[in-house]
């Protein structure tokens, strides 16, 4: 069973940049396939990002397309989301989570989640 703990959250100002990092263990990390999701005040959880097993292949939403990258680094058993041009609407606690499966939008494919880390953008 896989443990996730995410780092690197913070305040920023808008236009800003944060690297999240979210360190895995526990298990054989890449064989999951790895996301990002994020909590705002009073929001619903939402998909930010995936990466695939092998980080071949990535998805995004819509408004982080341009500004977010996912990447992992499975020799050091750690997927990162670089944020570039930060704004205020991306105010959330930011979760880590893995998957078994081939990594979808879909929050209810991941078994396996970290306790996140909170990203404030000040306007």
């Known amino acids: 069973q896989v443990q996730l703990v995410e780092s690197g959250g913070g305040l920023v100002q808008a236009g800003g940049s944060l690297r999240l990092s979210c360190a895995a263990s526990?298990?054989?990390?890449?064989?999951?396939?790895m996301a990002w999701f994020r909590q705002g005040p009073g929001k619903e959880r939402e998909f930010v990002a995936t990466?695939?097993?092998?980080?071949?292949?990535?998805l995004y939403r819509d408004s982080a397309k341009g500004r977010f990258t996912i990447s992992r680094d499975n020799a050091r058993n750690t997927v990162y989301l670089q944020m570039n041009s930060l704004k205020p609407e991306d105010t959330a606690a930011y979760y880590c989570a893995a998957s078994w499966g081939a990594g979808s939008r879909t929050s209810s494919e991941y078994g396996y989640w970290g306790q996140g880390t909170q990203v404030t953008v000040s306007s």
């Open positions: 990466i695939s097993r092998n980080g071949g292949g990535t």
């Open positions: 526990g298990g054989t990390f890449s064989r999951y396939a």
